[in-house]
């Protein structure tokens, strides 16, 4: 059994209480007894899911941080946080060092890039690749499959994209972007083709 599940799971602790030894373990730790901790990702998937992490993290120097966040390849779930300096952000965000949902979207493009974020909710996807952001159109483009599931499909008001997207969406090969998902899309969002061939022949009948 890890260290990390005896400590989270068998002792008493509460959040605050956790986050100090999360603190302890990053601090003073070298990177192979950092490792040794993580034994089934434990420790990794408490970081990501942790709405505390990057704020611990930010008092560390920025090359422990990378060390640690390279070894272990974690994705930050939250990274609006505040009181998190500007080159920790950086990294996390140039290095697509987090998840990929709905908040760390909108806190990219409203306050990395400075767009306008207002539709964000009803047309997600058209917002970023109106964005002019490379770093976050490749990486959504890299994990499309986990975007359509975790944000574009998971957002109730996002029902008005432009059409482009939504063909681009449904022209993703099925190794990708399956059948059922296809049609999930479909169902979800507003809008009449001016060509019927603008998408694979499998999805006519859902039209």
Do not use: H
Not at 123 to 144: A, H, P, Q, V
């Amino acid at each position: 059994m890890s260290l990390w599940r005896v400590i989270s799971n068998n002792c008493n602790y509460n959040k605050e209480k956790l986050n100090l030894y999360i603190f302890k373990i990053i601090k003073y730790g070298d990177i192979e007894i950092i490792k040794k901790i993580n034994i089934e990702d434990e420790f990794k998937k408490y970081i990501e899911n942790n709405k505390e992490s990057l704020k611990l993290f930010s008092v560390l120097s920025l090359e422990k941080t990378k060390e640690i966040v390279n070894s272990l390849n974690i994705k930050f779930g939250y990274i609006n946080v505040g009181q998190v300096n500007d080159e920790l952000i950086k990294f996390i965000v140039d290095g697509k060092y987090y998840k990929i949902n709905e908040p760390n979207i909108e806190y990219i493009l409203k306050e990395i890039c400075d767009k306008d974020v207002r539709n964000i909710r009803k047309k997600n996807l058209t917002t970023i690749r109106e964005s002019g952001s490379d770093i976050l159109n490749e990486y959504i483009d890299d994990n499309i499959l986990e975007y359509v599931e975790n944000v574009f499909l998971s957002l109730e008001e996002n029902n008005d994209e432009d059409i482009n997207q939504i063909v681009e969406l449904l022209n993703f090969a099925t190794d990708i972007i399956d059948i059922d998902i296809k049609k999930d899309i479909i169902s979800k969002e507003e809008f009449k083709l001016e060509y019927i061939d603008e998408v694979d022949d499998e999805l006519w009948s859902e039209l």
